[in-house]
């Protein structure tokens, strides 16, 4: 199991931008797939965007053309880049990691957009 430690969350304005960072406990190069995850207390937990080793690059309808999810391999880190932040992008945002069988969670970073 890797371990996941997310930063960058905190409060914006509507419209405004903020660099979710997902850092890693092991090279990233052996991990198939990683994935941001959000969550609103007392909802669901919802897939916001994936990105596989290879690059290819995946998003839900909700965020498409407003974020960005890339990967830095010499640094372990994953991040996930919002752009044009609304109200209802509030929620705790998870990186999760798998890697065949193991699935690996982050605590989560707290990101609230409010004027």
């Known amino acids: 199991q890797v371990q996941l430690v997310e930063s960058g969350g905190g409060l914006v304005q509507p419209g405004g931008s903020l660099r979710l960072s997902c850092a890693a406990s092991?090279?990233?190069?052996?991990?198939?797939?990683m994935r941001w995850y959000r969550q609103v207390p007392g909802n669901l937990r919802e897939w916001v965007a994936s990105?596989?080793?290879?690059?290819?690059?995946t998003y839900a309808d909700s965020v498409k053309g407003r974020f960005t999810i890339a990967r830095d391999n010499a640094k372990n880190t994953v991040y996930l880049q919002m752009n044009s932040l609304k109200p209802e992008d509030t929620a705790v945002y998870y990186c999760?990691?798998?890697?065949?069988?193991?699935?690996?969670w982050g605590q989560g970073t707290q990101v609230t957009v409010s004027s």
């Open positions: 999760y990691a798998n890697s065949g069988p193991r699935d690996s």
């Open positions: 092991e090279t990233i190069v052996s991990i198939s797939a």
């Open positions: 990105v596989g080793n290879g690059g290819t690059k």
